[in-house]
């Protein structure tokens, strides 16, 4: 299998990468959708993760949504492992065009990648409710810059992550920017994702090039569509093969 993807990789000029949270768990940024994240949710707030980071949960009680939101979706000691770096690579190489990620991490950006589609937003970008101000991810978990554990302005604002809440719409250029380089690619690689939280997995019916990719653990409902499934850890597949080029 491994042969195979690297013989696609080689043929290919407009590869497009589409990745979720399997792609961060190899990082130890666990899966908050997961049956452990469910039950860490449910064991210590009463609520699921979708209730706590719902949008109007965040305005009804930002004191738990944010101590929910910083234990539970920040790693920031967090570092791009192989599948990150492999993708910087293949871009570098100009062969990856761009990557698409339902992640929030932004570990994409620190391995190298330049090409970057957040379709959820991310956890690096924050912004000031009142006055629009911006801040990085290191100021709103400084405890110095919040008032009973929420992140404030220096105007006095309320600060929220530039992330997509449930209940929020993706943001709608950077949904039109991953349509077209989906349209574009020539091969498509996705990987860590179950494809079933949409509307991002509906991007894959944009697809018209040659070859689709699968990589992840578990089945997915697209695996008929695909020409090659790899059911490894996302990292270990994207090292091996990108090396190979």
């Known amino acids: 299998m491994y042969e195979e993807l690297v013989s696609l990789l080689k043929e290919s000029q407009s590869i497009v990468f589409f990745g979720g949270a399997g792609v961060s768990t190899e990082s130890g940024i666990p899966d908050f ?3 452990n994240g469910l039950y860490k949710a449910r064991l210590e707030y009463g609520l699921s993760p979708e209730e706590l980071i719902e949008h109007g949960y965040f305005f ?3 004191k738990t949504f944010f101590d929910y939101y910083k234990k539970n979706l920040i790693a920031e000691d967090a570092l791009p492992n192989d599948a990150h770096k492999a993708l910087a690579r293949l871009e570098q190489m100009g062969k990856l065009k761009a990557v698409i990620t339902q992640n929030i991490d932004g570990l994409h950006q620190l391995a190298g990648s330049k ?3 957040e379709l959820h937003g991310s956890v690096q970008r924050n912004t000031c409710l009142q006055c629009g101000r911006h801040f990085d991810l ?3 978990m400084d405890p110095a810059h919040c008032e009973d554990g ?3 302005c220096p105007c006095g604002g309320m600060i929220k992550p530039d992330v997509v809440l449930y209940g929020e ?3 709608e250029p950077t949904v039109e920017a991953a349509v077209s380089a989906i349209e574009e690619a020539d091969l498509l690689i996705v990987g860590g994702t179950s494809l079933v939280v949409y509307p991002a997995a509906g991007l894959l019916r944009y ?3 040659k070859h689709l990719v699968l990589i992840n653990l578990t089945p997915t409902p697209s695996d008929g569509m695909a020409d090659l499934i790899i059911r490894e850890p996302i990292g270990k597949v994207l090292g091996a093969c990108v090396s190979a080029l």
């Open 138 to 140: 290191s100021y709103i």
């Open 115 to 117: 090409k970057v589609y």
């Open 150 to 152: 929420v992140p404030c």
């Open 169 to 171: 719409g993706l943001d």
């Open 207 to 209: 697809f018209r090039g």
């Open 60 to 62: 009804r009680h930002p």
């Open 33 to 35: 959708r997961s049956e």
